[in-house]
C-alpha cells in the first residue's frame, strides 16, 4: 500500500506484526514509524528499540528477535525498529523464519529499507505476515491530494493550482514540501486565514533552485528577456554567482536535449537518465517548445562561454552578457 493509505489501514486492521517501509523517500519512512509509535507506544523509553541492520548478521540477528519478543511494559505493544536491513536467505532461514511465520503477539517489527532486496539478499517483502508500505517518491497528483487533505484538517482550504504551485516549488521534495506546508498553515492561521492562495505561496515559499533553473530556461526558450533577468536578479540574492548560474543552465539544457533524443516511458527514462519521473515529465514539456537542433545549439553557447571563463579568456560577468546576447539579440 502508499504512506497516504496507511492511517486507514491502521483504523480498520489495527496493528500488524511486521511492516516494511521500502523506498527512498525518507519522509514517508520517517513520518510511518512516528505514526505506529503514537499509536501503540505509550511509553517508548521502555517499549520502543531501535537497531541498525547492516551490524546485524549471523548471530546477531538474535539481538533483534529477542527484543522483539520481549512483553511491553507499559504500552500496547512493544516496537523494534532496524533500519538497511538486508539479510540474506541463509540468515532469514536460520534466525527470523520462525519468527516471520509466528510472530510475537506483543510486538512489532518495523523495518525501515531505502532500497529494494540487494543481491544475494531475501525479498522481505514477500514473507508471510509482513504488511508493506510502499515510500516510493510520491507523484505529483498524490503530493497535490496530501497538500490539500492537510490543510483541511487544519480548516484552511487550498485549491489544486495552489497545492501545484507548493509541489512545484519544492520539486516534489516532500520533507520540503511538509515544512513549507506547516509554514503557510501558520501564517494562515496567524492572519486569520481560511484560504491559501498563489499570492500567499509566492510570497513565503522560495522555489527550489531547481525549479528557478527550470523558470529561466522556459523564459529562454519564449525569448522573454525581462522574464529570464528577473530570474537570474532572484538567483543572484540566493547565492548564485554568475559561472555557477551558466554552469547550472547548460547542464539543465544538456539534460533537455538528453530527454528530446529519448523514446519509452516517463519511467524508463528517468531510470536511464538517473532522474524523477516528475522531472522528465516537465522536462518533455520544455523540450517540446524547441527542437533538437535548437536545444543542442543553446548547450553549446552556454558551454562554450563557460570554457572561455576557465581558460583565462573572458570574466564570469561577461560571459553571463554574451550568453544573454547571443541567445536573444543574436539574429538566426
Known sequence: MKYAELKNFTEENGAQSIYLFEGEDTFFRERGEAFLKSRFVQE????????????????????????????PFVSQKRLIRVREFYPTEKDYEKYLQTFFDNPPTDGILLIANSAKPKTGTVKLSAKKNVTVIDCSRADEET?????????????????????????????????????ETEKLLGYCHAEGLDKMTDELVEKLVYPDAEYKIYELANA?????????????NDLSTK????????????????????VSLMKGSEKEVAVALGLKEYAVRKT????????????????????????????????????????IAVLFFAKS
Not at 541492520?53 to 528477535?65: A, C, D, N, R, Y
Not at 483541511?152 to 516534489?172: N, S
Open 220 to 232: 529562454l526558450a519564449r525569448k522573454n528577456y525581462s522574464a529570464f533577468m528577473r530570474v537570474v
Open 239 to 258: 547565492g548564485f554567482n554568475e559561472l555557477s548560474l551558466l554552469s547550472s543552465l547548460a547542464s539543465h539544457f544538456k539534460t533537455v536535449y538528453e
Open 44 to 71: 517508548p523509553t521502555l517499549d520502543f528499540a531501535s537497531f541498525d541492520g547492516s551490524t546485524l548478521k549471523g548471530e546477531g540477528i538474535k539481538q533483534l528477535t529477542d527484543a522483539w519478543n520481549s512483553f
Open 143 to 179: 503530493v497535490k491530494k496530501w497538500i490539500y487533505v492537510t490543510c483541511k484538517r487544519e480548516g484552511v482550504y487550498a485549491d489544486g493550482v495552489t497545492c501545484g504551485k507548493i509541489a512545484e516549488y519544492c520539486v516534489l521534495d516532500m520533507a520540503r514540501i511538509a515544512m
Open 284 to 323: 518533455r514539456e520544455q523540450a517540446s517548445k524547441l527542437t533538437s537542433a535548437q536545444l543542442l545549439s543553446v548547450y553549446g553557447s552556454i558551454y562554450s562561454v563557460i570554457s572561455e571563463v576557465k581558460c583565462g579568456e573572458i570574466t564570469p560577468s561577461s560571459a553571463l552578457k554574451k550568453v
